[in-house]
């Protein structure tokens, strides 16, 4: 599976980004997605998840409430939408597919994408 995140950019605090995931390669309907982000400094932590039909969704604590993950498995892609955004979500996104199950950790994950900045000014 080849992954090509997109929709990274600069907002302010309080407004809201989409993030997509282009997949292509292996039958992408069959993966669990995930979206997991890196500050400076920081280590790549878990954003969000959901399996492979779309029917399950999972978040971390700090993004539940503001951040939506979906699918559409006839296009391919998978979406990170984000709303009232805060200085404390900048960081480096990444979506990354995971078969056959969702996971929060990244070790399980097997493709990743190259990434798309996100900085939230205050």
């Known amino acids: 599976v080849q992954l090509q995140a997109s929709g990274g950019g600069l907002v302010q605090a309080g407004g809201s980004l989409r993030l997509s995931c282009a997949a292509s390669?292996?039958?992408?309907?069959?993966?669990?997605m995930g979206w997991f982000r890196q500050a400076p400094g920081k280590e790549r932590e878990f954003v969000a998840a959901?399996?492979?039909?779309?029917?399950?969704?999972y978040y971390a604590d700090s993004v539940k409430g503001r951040f939506t993950i979906s699918r559409d498995n006839a296009k391919n892609t998978v979406s990170l939408q984000m709303n009232r955004l805060e200085p404390e979500d900048t960081a480096v996104y990444y979506c990354a597919a995971d078969y056959p199950g969702v996971s929060n950790r990244s070790s399980e994950y097997e493709y990743w994408g190259q990434g798309t900045q996100v900085t939230v000014s205050s």
């Open positions: 390669g292996r039958i992408f309907s069959s993966y669990a």
């Open positions: 959901i399996n492979w039909s779309g029917v399950a969704t």
